[in-house]
């Protein structure tokens, strides 16, 4: 299972001490398992799942790598393996995972 955690700080820097707030911290867990990365994102309706897909299809293709998506109204499902590499997972596999995790935040 790959688990990745992703935090942005921001410094407020007063006039004798600088102070660290997180402002923003985004979990995200790809399942893998069976030479596949996977997950499910949950979305308020069709319309935001479907201009995901969207988003998602366009870093796809400049990055030369499409995953394989499936949408069932608010949910969207990926798998993600790289055919050229015998379907195994490979590090085109995990960028495009991160690319994919920007999109939601």
């Known amino acids: 299972m790959l688990?990745?955690?992703?935090c942005?700080?921001?410094v407020i820097r007063g006039r004798n001490e600088s102070y660290k707030f997180i402002v923003s911290l985004v979990y995200t867990m790809w399942k893998e398992e069976n030479d596949q990365l996977t997950k499910t994102f949950t979305f308020k309706n069709f319309?935001?799942?479907f201009g995901?897909?969207?988003?998602v299809a366009l870093v796809a293709e400049k990055m030369n790598h499409?995953?394989?998506?499936a949408n069932i109204?608010?949910?969207v499902s990926f798998v993600l393996?790289?055919?050229d590499a015998g379907g195994k997972v490979t590090e085109?596999?995990?960028k495009l995972a991160k690319a994919i995790d920007a999109l939601v935040g």
């Open 52 to 55: 995901f897909m969207s988003r």
């Open 66 to 69: 499409h995953p394989h998506m």
């Open 73 to 75: 109204y608010n949910q």
């Open 92 to 94: 085109k596999d995990h």
């Open 8 to 10: 942005k700080f921001v």
């Open 3 to 6: 688990n990745t955690f992703d």
């Open 81 to 83: 393996n790289t055919h």
């Open 47 to 49: 319309v935001e799942a």
